[in-house]
């Protein structure tokens, strides 16, 4: 067998055994449902807490209203879970002593990272998936989603900021060994990119700008051309951040 399809059945397994696939799919069903769910109710909740005798004027739900509830429930709930659950994907192997095993058979250490990285990514994709083909027949269901504009492309901007996340978890966990290393070099990367954001011409390339302007596509206030800036680089520094976690780990002494 393939030492790379050898070695991802192994991640794979694991991962199911530890409950990883059970975890993410509850999780992420759960968001999908919430969306619609909250933005239906919301009106009503707001009515039944006004102070008895004030009367406020407000609009009925829209689909734009639940897909709003997205924007806020995956990056902001969904995602931290997500890097939470896969913050020692490397780590805990280095702690273990695992792969120094594996390695002295003759699994190539760029076999190790990329596979690792394949897990992650096939997790996330199928965590978006979730969320969003829930939201969107929920959605459907209640409202009528014809008022939208580039759907596709507005929550491809947010899996796309996920991915980089996980990545960026995979080559902190790795360079630091320890979960909390990845962990920290996520937090502290979204906080210099909201920082970032506070310059002046920065929304031109800025990775953070596919959560926070985004929502925007859907509303068609904002133009498809702003995100090739943040979509290149975001794409660039996935590719780079991978590049590079490979070469520490090929230098690494375990």
């Avoid at 504009?149 to 491809?156: D, E, P």
């Avoid at 995979?170 to 990367?189: E, K, R, S």
């Avoid at 068609?220 to 590079?244: C, H």
Wanted: net charge neutral; with cysteine.
């Amino acid at each position: 067998m393939n030492p790379w399809i050898g070695f991802l059945k192994k991640e794979w397994t694991e991962s199911v055994k530890s409950y990883k696939l059970l975890l993410v799919a509850v999780i992420f069903s759960i968001l999908g449902v919430l969306n619609p769910f909250t933005a239906k109710i919301t009106p009503a909740l707001m009515e039944n807490f006004m102070p008895e005798g004030t009367v406020v004027n407000i609009p009925e739900p829209t689909a734009l209203d639940s897909w709003l509830q997205f924007y806020s429930n995956v990056p902001q709930m969904g995602l931290v879970v997500f890097i939470l659950l896969f913050s020692t994907l490397m780590s805990k192997e280095l702690d273990r002593g695992t792969l120094v095993i594996l390695l002295t058979k003759g699994l190539r250490r760029s076999t190790v990272v990329t596979t690792k990285w394949v897990i992650g990514a096939a997790y996330w994709t199928l965590a978006f998936l979730l969320a969003f083909s829930i939201t969107y027949a929920y959605t459907a269901w209640y409202w009528d989603q014809s008022i939208l504009h580039h759907l596709a492309f507005a929550v491809s901007c947010v899996y796309l900021f996920g991915l980089l996340m996980f990545t960026l978890t995979l080559w902190g966990n790795t360079v630091f060994a320890t979960g909390y290393g990845g962990l920290l070099a996520a937090v502290l990367a979204v906080i210099a990119l909201f920082i970032a954001a506070l310059f002046p011409g920065t929304d031109a390339w800025n990775p953070i700008g596919l959560l926070t302007s985004s929502p925007g596509l859907l509303t068609g206030d904002a133009p498809l051309s702003d995100f090739t800036g943040p979509l290149l680089v975001s794409i660039g520094a996935i590719a780079v951040l991978l590049g590079a976690t490979v070469f520490h780990f090929n230098k690494k002494v375990l």
